[in-house]
């Protein structure tokens, strides 16, 4: 079955960074665009960045742009999201998801309702 894990996420100061892994499993793997979402307390899920299934397009939240950087390496079935310049406000559990539909892509941004698997997630916290 379709299998999401997320990983690397902990504890960094403001101004640190971390890089976060999504190990998937269960389908095929190049045929789905990825995502990764975040959760703080209180908040609504929202989305952090997507990237297709190819890797060609890849889509940023204003929040995170310049500061984040999301790959893919197929052979692995790995989804990264490389995270720079954290501040208190990034805090929250990340996790990744799979679109619900193969080789589809949406535009300018990475809709929650359209990604059907998740992972459990992972903490990250900044703080000093």
């Known amino acids: 079955q379709v299998r999401l894990v997320e990983s690397g996420g902990g504890l960094v100061q403001p101004g640190g960074s971390l890089r976060l892994s999504c190990a998937a499993s269960g389908f095929t793997f190049d045929y789905y665009a990825i995502a990764w979402f975040r959760q703080a307390p209180g908040k609504e899920r929202e989305e952090v960045s997507c990237?297709?299934?190819?890797?060609?397009?890849?889509n940023y939240s204003n929040s995170v742009k310049g500061r984040f950087t999301i790959s893919r390496d197929d052979a692995k079935k790995m989804v990264y999201l490389q995270m720079n310049g954290l501040t208190p406000e990034d805090t929250a559990v990340y996790y990744c998801a799979r679109d619900k539909v193969q080789n589809r892509w949406f535009a300018n941004y990475c809709p929650r309702d359209e990604y059907g698997y998740w992972g459990q997630g992972t903490q990250v916290t900044v703080s000093s």
């Open positions: 990237i297709n299934s190819s890797g060609d397009f890849i």
